[in-house]
């Protein structure tokens, strides 16, 4: 399950923990912040990546973007600690840029994005994103929308299977998919636990490869309910157009959907094109000029001491691209080929 951050191991009581971001050393190097320069987090969270930058570089400003009011709540603390270098305002990180240019921030120096669910909203039952303890079947990252139990108790049986295999890659998405469509006609579901163990009864134990198995039941389910992988191309095509010349883009992502979408898409904006013979004829409808160059071409994964101290960090990795001074793509340019599904399933 794909989280922001997390307590230590073993984990300190409800309210007390101690937010760790992931990957926050291998963030800061690939940022490189730098006094007199302004940084966009377009998933503030727990606001851990934020107060880095700004400690890191003393003098300069970061904008904190997210959609849950709670987070940004939370965060005024920051604000306060920070003397009105640190500005938080809600939105979606896939309108990153019109919210910067609203704020001042743009051209940025830097986008910072941390996808996933954080580990506030993971900790909390009462948001219904976990299968470790009972809550309402929730997963909204907003307060508005259609819950996980709306979808659960609504869809067609096609459906969540498609949901359930193409979201959370789960093998088992038919069996699951019917499961729930038998349990529902019974009773409908509302409680996080109550999905955890269907999905367990299913799957016939109750661990996976050392992982819950509901783990790609919940994950799949909480793609769909916030549309997180077209939320992260709206996203790196609005930072491709907010960061100017020289700014660097830094994401962290957690399962292989998301990776693969932020590799294709780099990988899709820095490949130069290809040079045709000078014999021939221009090519018409070329490609654009390359918009981003990798600081990295393999992802920077966490040290087994980073994994040893937080679990849920070890299926992190981090991409980091530079902005060229070539014009942003069209949005639709290039196909990134992840899993589309009908956003209005379940309203």
């Not at 300190?12 to 940022?31: C, F, I, K, N, S």
């Not at 399962?255 to 013979?277: I, M, Q, W, Y």
């Not at 902005?323 to 990134?336: F, K, N, V």
């Amino acid at each position: 399950m794909a989280t922001r951050g997390t307590s230590p191991a073993g984990g300190a009581p409800r309210g007390t923990a101690r937010h760790v971001p992931v990957l926050l050393p291998q963030m800061l190097q690939a940022l490189a912040p730098n006094d007199g320069c302004s940084y966009i987090d377009g998933t503030f969270g727990a606001g851990g990546y934020s107060e880095a930058i700004l400690a890191a570089a003393p003098g300069a400003r970061v904008l904190g973007i997210d959609r849950d009011p709670a987070a940004l709540a939370a965060g005024r603390a920051i604000v306060d600690r920070n003397q009105g270098r640190l500005h938080l305002i809600e939105g979606r990180f896939g309108d990153l840029d019109r919210l910067a240019a609203a704020a001042g921030f743009a051209p940025a120096d830097g986008v910072v994005l941390d996808i996933g669910v954080s580990s506030l909203q993971l900790d909390d039952p009462a948001r219904g994103f976990s299968f470790q303890g009972d809550g309402p079947l929730d997963m909204r990252m907003a307060a508005s929308g259609p819950t996980a139990a709306d979808v659960i108790n609504t869809a067609e049986e096609a459906q969540l299977a498609d949901i359930l295999f193409h979201l959370g890659e789960e093998r088992s998405a038919r069996g699951i998919a019917r499961a729930i469509l038998a349990r529902r006609q019974q009773q409908p579901f509302t409680r996080t636990s109550e999905l955890a163990q269907l999905a367990a009864r299913v799957l016939g134990r109750e661990k996976i490869a050392g992982r819950h198995a509901a783990t790609r039941t919940f994950q799949a389910l909480r793609i769909y309910v916030n549309d997180e992988l077209s939320e992260l191309g709206r996203g790196l095509a609005a930072a491709e157009r907010v960061l100017a010349p020289g700014g660097r883009l830094v994401v962290v992502t957690f399962h292989s959907l998301e990776d693969r979408l932020v590799k294709r898409f780099l990988k899709d904006r820095a490949t130069p094109e290809e040079r045709g013979s000078r014999h021939l004829p221009p090519q018409t409808g070329a490609r654009p000029a390359p918009s981003f160059r990798f600081l990295n071409h393999r992802p920077v994964s966490p040290t087994d001491k980073e994994v040893a101290a937080n679990p849920r960090s070890r299926s992190a990795k981090l991409r980091a691209a530079v902005r060229t001074e070539a014009p942003a793509w069209d949005q639709d340019a290039g196909d990134l080929n992840f899993p589309r599904l009908d956003p209005h399933l379940g309203a």
